[in-house]
């Protein structure tokens, strides 16, 4: 009985080794594909998503809001009244420069020189200056632009924009470990109380 007992535990001890091995490779292949696909698979990798984290295009895109960007599209193929997301230093000229994605509408479009000019505004009014112009006091070339809005989902950019952060990987790992060990622990526990019963039959069987 002590030789089938040390042979079950090394069966399990097998079977946990083996399902662990299973679950690392599977979380390499789940980070590894994933990261392929949204780096390297044009239809995919041309989205960039973003976090809105000022009221000034409110109500149209509020503190929070995640908005999608196909960085795919051509300056010039770019209209008036389109969102679009671009590089742009907000900080004032006398501070490091520290540039920044920025998600505007686009307001006009001027050719000067065969160069285009994009200027860009705002929705909602400078509290401030409720008078002030709506239009950015500022002006983008082309290769500030990052690209055009695609779609908006709400209020999920702090998640999102903390998943991708080291800190938000790392909690992800650590919470997928966990998950996989409380599993484990609760498969044990259910084996053991089944174990009982199984060894109560076969000692019932070596009295008959």
């Not at 505004?121 to 070339?141: A, F, G, K, Y």
């Amino acid at each position: 009985m002590s030789s089938e007992i040390k042979t079950s535990e090394k069966k399990i001890m097998d079977k946990r080794v083996k399902n662990l091995m299973v679950f690392i490779i599977s979380l390499i292949l789940v980070f590894g594909i994933g990261y392929t696909i949204f780096n390297y698979v044009p239809f995919v990798a041309k989205y960039n998503s973003y976090s809105i984290l000022t009221p000034s295009m409110d109500p149209v895109l509020k503190v929070g809001d995640l908005v999608l960007v196909d960085t795919s599209v051509k300056p010039e193929d770019l209209e008036p009244g389109e969102i679009i997301a671009f590089w742009h230093d907000i900080t004032p000229s006398d501070q490091i420069d520290n540039p920044i994605i920025v998600v505007h509408y686009l307001d006009s479009v001027e050719n000067i020189d065969g160069i285009n000019y994009y200027t860009t505004r705002h929705v909602n009014p400078n509290p401030q200056n409720p008078d002030e112009s709506l239009v950015d006091n500022w002006t983008l070339i082309g290769s500030d632009i990052v690209g055009r809005e695609v779609f908006m989902i709400p209020k999920v950019g702090p998640l999102v924009v903390f998943a991708k952060s080291t800190i938000g990987r790392i909690v992800l790992i650590i919470d997928i470990v966990v998950i996989y060990g409380l599993i484990e622990y609760y498969n044990s526990g259910k084996k053991k109380e089944d174990k009982p019963e199984e060894l109560n039959i076969d000692e019932k069987k070596d009295t008959d």
